[in-house]
């Protein structure tokens, strides 16, 4: 019986996530969806990381990775929620005159530190963008 519900809940979770990244593009738009897939590819290549790094038989490598595995289930609609919260199309804009005007009324003079890590900066487009590239020159 307990192969059943351990097969049944593994195909609910690769599901959720097979049917997740769609969701990210057609919602949030390409920045959301680039977002959330570069968040979950960093949180499986730490999680493949950590399993290749401690020895097979440690105590901490267990632990880790049955706190990782138990957490995947928050993690994971919790990269959803923050990619659709932080990089859609119209994140932070309550209407669409707001969002049609903010370009006009927005303030030009931006600090260093916000034009090299805030929104819209040079970090998050070096990394969305090479993101993009490689998705896009990897995939058929």
């Not at 680039?34 to 979950?40: C, F, G, I």
């Amino acid at each position: 019986m307990w192969w059943f519900l351990r097969i049944l809940t593994s195909a609910i979770f690769l599901l959720s996530i097979v049917l997740s990244i769609p969701v990210a593009f057609d919602v949030g738009g390409r920045d959301s969806g680039l977002a959330y897939s570069l968040a979950l590819c960093s949180f499986y290549f730490i999680y493949s990381a950590i399993a290749v790094v401690t020895p097979a038989e440690s105590r901490v490598r267990w632990a880790i990775s049955v706190i990782l595995r138990l957490s995947q289930w928050i993690v994971i609609p919790g990269l959803l929620i923050w990619a659709l919260g932080r990089f859609a199309v119209d994140a932070g804009a309550t209407n669409w005159v707001e969002r049609t005007l903010q370009g006009i009324t927005a303030s030009k003079s931006t600090s260093w530190g916000e034009w090299v890590f805030g929104e819209g900066g040079v970090i998050e487009t070096i990394t969305l963008g090479g993101w993009d590239k490689t998705l896009r020159y990897s995939s058929p």
